[in-house]
């Protein structure tokens, strides 16, 4: 018998910290394909094979009731269990930090390096962000540190920079696009953005650069000193202090995950207090990129539940929180975690480390030999409906199931394992 095709339109995509709204995927029950609107990421994700793998303990398959059985078991006798991957949707990230208060685990995310620079500086010095929808309506100046955007988000220059901006005094204008960091990520972005200005500079070299630039901001005309490497930029950082001194509403936008790991919150920091001068003389504002396997979605919820970003601990009973301690690769590299609980509910990744594992992803033969306790889990988005937030954290959008599938989701399992604590 034909399975009748069906055409869902205005879906959002779950792989990426946009999660743009606006695809048309076409799916007969079993399997989907975007036909409109998607981006590499988006195409990869939604045809994704639907499985169906069952459940393994040691890779074997087992019955879901063995597989739970087997989990509860592993975790009862672990004296520092850690939550960790929490790719998945709101449900999820609420079901994992039920399972951790109840086991006393440590929690972070995929992404929490990433996540946790941004935390950082936001604790330390407070920030003006903006939104997605303001930077696409009213942002005629937007300057790019150290990313191109696409690359951590496929369709940003598409659906926020390319669009002249609506409001305000420029409404109707092309923006001015500038963007600071390595030449060869400029390469695409001067494809994609003929007019964009590009200011080449190595990555250990940002920090001196803004320094100059907030300089140069503040009026100052005295000679500069700069590193050997910056040397005959002057003359564009000066044009750019003057764009950004003059502009009605400039956006400073950078991806933490693409920044020197050492240098991350620092630089963040400085953009972050650029902007806050900037507001005494026009608007300005910046924007976070990435954001996606669920990343901003787990840091609120996770905010929502214990009053702190991510990488706490409940180990003393209740949320302990400290963003250096509590990271995967320090509790994996000390030893420290004796077991853990990997959730990718949007890509079969596999884990980290080779401490006991109970991983939920979506169906793959290799992770159900890698781990311990394996669950095949469906995709949020793809499989089943759900709620995550965009990488601006002001927007959480429906996920809509467009493909049959029986597996359970994450939340499902994660909430029989506390059940069976």
Known sequence: ?????????????????????????????????????????????????????????????????????????????????????????????????????????????????????????????????????????????????????????????????????????????????????????????????????????????????????????????????????????????????????????SVCAWAPGQLLPEQADIVIESICGMVAELNTVTRAAGLALGGSDGAVTAMNVCAWQTGYPLRVNFTAGGPGYNPSRNATEVLLQRGEADALVWISTFHPLPPPGTQPSIVLAPPSRRLAGLADVYFPVSIPGVDTGGTMFRLDSVVGLPLRQVRNNSLPTAAEILNRITGGM
């Open 1 to 249: 018998m034909t399975q009748t095709s069906s055409t869902f339109k205005d879906v959002t995509c779950p792989f990426c910290g946009l999660l743009c709204d606006d695809l048309t995927v076409q799916s007969d029950g079993k399997k989907a394909q975007v036909v409109r609107n998607g981006c590499t990421w988006a195409t990869a994700g939604f045809s994704q094979p639907p499985g169906p793998v069952s459940a393994c303990s040691k890779g074997r398959p087992c019955t879901l009731d063995q597989a739970i059985q087997r989990a509860v078991q592993l975790l009862h006798s672990a004296g520092q269990p850690l939550i960790a991957g929490l790719a998945t949707d709101a449900a999820g990230c609420r079901a994992a930090m039920a399972l951790a208060e109840k086991i006393g685990a440590a929690v972070d995310h995929l992404h929490g390096n990433a996540l946790s620079s941004n935390s950082l500086v936001m604790q330390r010095r407070g920030w003006i962000m903006t939104t997605l929808t303001e930077v696409r309506n009213r942002a005629d100046l937007v300057v790019l540190f150290g990313t191109d955007g696409d690359s951590v988000n496929p369709r940003f220059i598409e659906r926020c920079l390319r669009p002249k901006p609506g409001m305000g005094r420029d409404a109707g204008r092309a923006r001015k696009v500038v963007y600071i960091g390595e030449a060869a990520q400029a390469r695409y972005l001067r494809r994609a953005l003929p007019a964009v200005q590009v200011i080449s500079c190595r990555r250990q070299d940002l920090l001196d650069l803004l320094g100059t630039l907030r300089t140069l901001i503040h009026g100052y005309s005295g000679k500069l000193p700069l590193p050997r490497s910056l040397a005959g930029k002057l003359p564009a950082v000066k044009k750019l202090a003057e764009l950004l001194r003059s502009a009605n509403y």
